[in-house]
């Protein structure tokens, strides 16, 4: 029988607030442990909870750049369960009345056409302690910081609409990209700031039922998320074709060995009304107030660049897809760069260049008015190709100005007729034999003589001008 997997995600982005959700405490990943801390986060007696006016600002214009519906009433109820990285016994999260509901992003399918995948609920909690597993010595021992405790999170649950790791993958790569643009978080699944967990459960093809879901956790990439999906889509249908039962319980993925372990078994606490946060009302002035203030997408700045500046679909894409990319990209072309070549530019050469030497577009040397000079020589033919990677190379390294560098290398492109037809002609005495395989029709004479003359001037000359010569010369 042939199978399909039923796949939903639950993903908790960390908001980037200056403080936790109830407390006062500053809310920096990565702080030293046990530093950002007070008797709110730590739930001692008489601490009271204050809601912050922040993240629920950030949540709910997280919430509109999803195409979510926004609850005009919501609540925080109390999560019960007991485990060390929570003091007080529960979460305060939102379980009965969740901020947003009935959101959406599109997707390109496996078959490169448009899929949507919808969102069913997004809520507020705040973010539990961290666990720090000392394995080493003589008794392991855990540890918990307190630093993240109260950290202020959404939690984003899809509908099971995704049947493939390809569609969790591109799902969570456009949500990265839609909640970047708004700088209300970082989504960095490698820090923690984004954690997905994963429920797949299989079913024949072409069937609408739905059968038991296995959850997966522990997966810091959105490529481990695909290999998690495929691994356990593998592994649920080889018990299925062996006879065996799917039981309901949690994993965690392996990525050292590219497999999933069992954890624990599915427990899902109540969760009671708190009576300590009061309810949220929003009112329509006040999210008119946030769609006004809603950046311009990613999709929508991929078809004015396509309509704009006449880029390829595919070039758009990639100068959309992250907002500093963007930005950089029309800075540049601000600064009188031609908009193809730019582009091609910054995704052939400068993302990578940077990739390489682990910087991003917002802090390289290499600003767009320096790609910008450096590009208008090369579209004025006063260096060649060549002569401008080399240029390129040196920009990371340097403070001078492309110009400056082109006229202390000499890399100043040859424009004098004469000079090149006299380099030519050199080149055509030394070499008889391509000069007589050329007049006989083979292309591959041209392209030989054209590079010898191209070495002899040091890579000072423009090809074309070499072909149209030795075009007129030999006929």
């Known amino acids: 029988m042939e199978y399909e997997a039923v796949i939903g995600l639950e993903i908790h982005v960390q908001l980037n607030c200056r403080t936790k959700m109830f407390c006062d405490c500053p809310n920096v990943p990565g702080d030293r442990p046990n530093i950002n801390t007070c008797p709110i986060c730590l739930w001692l007696p008489g601490a009271l909870a204050r809601f912050s006016r922040e993240a629920l600002e950030k949540a709910a214009i997280t919430c509109l750049a999803l195409n979510c519906d926004i609850n005009p009433v919501s609540v925080f109820d109390q999560k019960v369960y007991y485990y060390p990285d929570l003091p007080k016994g529960f979460q305060l999260s939102q379980f009965h009345k969740p901020l947003a509901h009935k ?10 056409k448009s899929k949507r995948l919808r969102i069913r609920e997004i809520h507020m909690e705040e973010d539990v302690a961290k666990l720090v597993h000392e394995m080493e010595g003589r008794t392991p021992v855990s540890l918990v910081d307190f630093n993240r405790a109260g950290a202020p999170l959404v939690e984003i649950v899809t509908e099971p609409d995704m049947r493939s790791s390809h569609d969790a993958m591109e799902f969570l790569r456009l949500l990265r990209t839609q909640i970047r643009y708004l700088d209300t978080a970082d989504c960095s699944m490698e820090t923690g700031t984004m954690r997905a967990d994963a429920n797949i459960s299989i079913r024949p093809k072409g069937s609408d039922e739905f059968n038991t879901r296995v959850e997966v956790k522990n997966m810091n990439s959105i490529r481990a998320v695909g290999d998690a999906i495929a691994h356990e889509i593998t592994r649920q249908t080889e018990l299925v074709n062996a006879g065996k039962e799917i039981i309901m319980h949690t994993r965690l993925w392996d990525p050292a ?49 396509m ?32 908009p193809r070549s730019t582009a091609q530019w910054i995704s052939a050469r400068l993302l990578p260049a940077l990739r390489q030497r682990n910087q ?37 390294d340097s403070d001078k100005s492309p110009r400056t560098i082109v006229e202390e290398k000499g890399l100043q492109q040859i424009g004098e007729t004469s000079e090149l037809e006299a380099i030519l002609d050199r080149v055509l005495a030394e070499n008889p034999d391509a000069v007589a395989n050329y007049k006989n029709g083979k292309a591959q004479a041209a392209g030989f003589l054209i590079g010898q003359a191209m070495r002899a001037s040091q890579g000072k000359a423009n090809p074309k001008i070499f072909k149209e010569l030795l075009a007129k010369k030999l006929g």
């Not at 959101?103 to 490169?112: F, R």
């Not at 500046?309 to 009188?336: N, P």
Request: hydrophobic fraction near 40%.
């Open 103 to 112: 959101g959406w992003l599109d997707i390109l399918g496996e078959d490169g």
């Open 360 to 396: 991003t577009v917002s802090d390289t040397s290499v600003t767009p008015r320096r790609l910008a000079e450096l590009l208008s020589m090369l579209d004025k033919s006063e260096i060649t190709a060549n002569a401008a990677r080399e240029v390129f190379e040196i920009l990371f």
């Open 307 to 338: 309509n704009e500046f006449g880029l390829t679909e595919e070039e758009a894409a990639i100068m959309s897809s992250d907002h500093e990319v963007a930005r950089y990209f029309e800075k540049t072309i601000l600064e009188k760069s031609a």
């Open 257 to 305: 060995k590219n497999i999933t372990t069992p954890m624990r078994g599915k427990f899902s606490g109540p969760c009671v009304p708190d009576p300590s946060v009061p309810e949220i009302v929003i009112e329509k002035e006040w999210l008119d107030e946030l769609r006004a203030r809603l950046p311009e997408m990613p999709v929508e700045k991929k078809n004015r660049f």
